[in-house]
């Protein structure tokens, strides 16, 4: 089983692979394999280096300035970070709930980098490998190679991010290092040109998104067999969920369910996910491994994010979206779907989603008027959660009376993930990799699943197709034997 | 009879005592500064100020005008020396404006973008002094002080408590607290003090207040600091 994969007998009598992308911004992840004489996988691991420094950075900062401090932590996912340390410092101004206006404009902006992230994700950075093949000619497989063959698509894409970026831009007051947001309320409403000008481009917004529903679906069932066992296992999934079940990605409360879709904890109050949650650290991973605490780390582990999400709500509440969430739990026969590609569908299901929500909610008056700040008792401690485009951010402060951070916890989505993706590389290396001479097509299996959960680990380099990535087999002993670069 | 000299080939007016600063101003050019301010005596530790008189590089703050000079101020020569000052300044503190709650209501920043200064050209020194949170309602984020002394004269001259001093020389040398323990709580240091509203950066700010106004609407986002400063004496 591949879970076996996690640390081979006799490491020192091993060849050793490293994938090892190089990525610009935060997050630079690493896989090695230990392969036996007969090309047998024998383990498998993805090493990410967390930026990990930052909570004590962000330790003795006055706490007004964190929201717009903690963007710098990705590159990729700003906002997610922005909001959920507004939403956590909320609780420390006394004001856990803020007004409509404000609780509006931030689900906007919310929305708006669930589209542009999704966008990003699945037309930049995955589209080339499920349009071309994992093992198509590498310098064909990217976005260029895309909007050549498939122009029309990768003008949607290009057109669908920047339409959530402009979402972003409204709501934030810039594309990237928004300052929306502040501890107990937004600092700003929507102006009446950007409501005009979002509004005219909706209706094809969510046209967009369908069709690249559509297009997944169609990816789907061309080739069932790949897409339904491509790195498939079993685990629990988590994410929050609003109090009448429906799929709310600004709010809630945790829901875990089982592999076999059974809720097993619901209803989870943000300001206790540690008592639900704990990490556990190994020795080979800089990244540590969360899990649900009752259960402890071997079986309390889950996924999160577009696949967790869509299946753990018991409803979208939008109808575009719902329509697609029930046929994609159809897809899965009674059981919920595992199958690591199927994040792709479910994310798209997500963006339509998130369409949806922008079209609807620019009709709403709260948005361009009413009270935007909202103030209570002192408390010294918050969390603010958030379902972040690839799974739910926790942010955790504690705030001193003299409004200094005195303690900081954040678990992002990749921590989260950490496992689950662990898993999936494992599955893949022993079902395509095990037994055979690897190739770089081979080896991009690997990066194919990693990359259906997390597009922050290969950024913004990947984003152009081009993942510098050096390849070394190295001899029992250590000496290198074979080594080859792609950049 | 009205005395006279040229500023970048104009004729300025003044009056016996003004200095270049005082005289270009009046009639209505601006000069970049950052130490300088109308209600308190020139300091000419900045050197923004400096122009360009028979040759020499003087701080127009503190000179006095003179029938005849010829002053060169607006020209790329003093700008480039400008912009190298600005550069200094940058790397001496931590000014990260991205994350800086002073964004768009800072002096340097504004200066920056008047004087079109695009890198940091030198390394950053990075200083890491702890913020000083101990007063209710002030906060001090040391790291972004560039040792104009506003605070220090306000405080000793207009407040009358002397609340802060420069201490030692060089690069070592930083913004202290007049206090035993160092600490501005143990002051009686008030926000209404006008050492409490005259930083030109972000280091003596107001608590809790961060990005209320969002940033896209601040003073030098709405104009240039060379409009600003000028229409404040209006
Ligand atoms: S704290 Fe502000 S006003 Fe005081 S010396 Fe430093 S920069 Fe000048
Ligand atoms: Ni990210």
Known sequence: MSAALETADNRQNLRRVVIDPVSRVEGHGKVTLLIDEDDQVREARLHIVEFRGFEVFIQGRPYWEVPVMVQRLCGICPVSHHLAAAKALDHIVGAPQVTASAEKMRRLMHYGQILQSHALHFFHLSSPDLLFGFESDVGRRNIVGVAGEYPEVARQGVLLRKFGQEVIRATAGKRIHGTGAVPGGMNRHLSADDRAMLAADADKMVSWSQDAVALVKRLHRAVPELYDNFGTFDSRMMSLVRADGAMDLYGGALRFRDAEGAIILDGVADQDYDQVIHE???????MKFPFMHESGPDAGWYKVGPLARVQNCDFIPSPLAEVERQEFVAHGAGRPVHATLAYHWARMIEMLHAAEVIRSMLDDPDLMSGELMASGPRAREGVGIIEAPRGTLIHHYRVGDDDLVSMCNLIVSTTHNNQAMNTAIRTVASRYLSGRKLTEGLLNHIEVAIRAFDPCLSCATHALGKMPMVLELQAPDGSIFERFRRD | MTRRFMFDGQPVAFEDGQTIMEAARAA?????????????P??????????KVGGRH?????LPAKEGMEVESNTPEINAERRALLQMLFVEGNHFCPSCEKSGNCQLQALAYELEMTSARFNHIFPDRPVDASHPDMLLEFNRCIFCELCVRASRDVDKKSVFSLTNRGIHKHLVVSAESGRLGDTDFSRDDLAANICPV??????????AVPIGQRIYDEKPISQVSMEAEK
């Open chain 1, 280 to 286: 556990e650290v190994r020795s080979w991973s800089y």
């Open chain 2, 28 to 40: 209505g050019h601006f000069i970049p500064y950052l130490c300088w301010h109308p209600d308190f």
């Open chain 2, 42 to 51: 020139p300091h000419g530790s900045c050197k923004l100020c400096i122009v």
């Open chain 2, 58 to 62: 003087v701080s127009s703050c503190a």
């Open chain 2, 202 to 211: 972000g280091v003596i700010l107001r608590k809790r207040v961060g990005f």
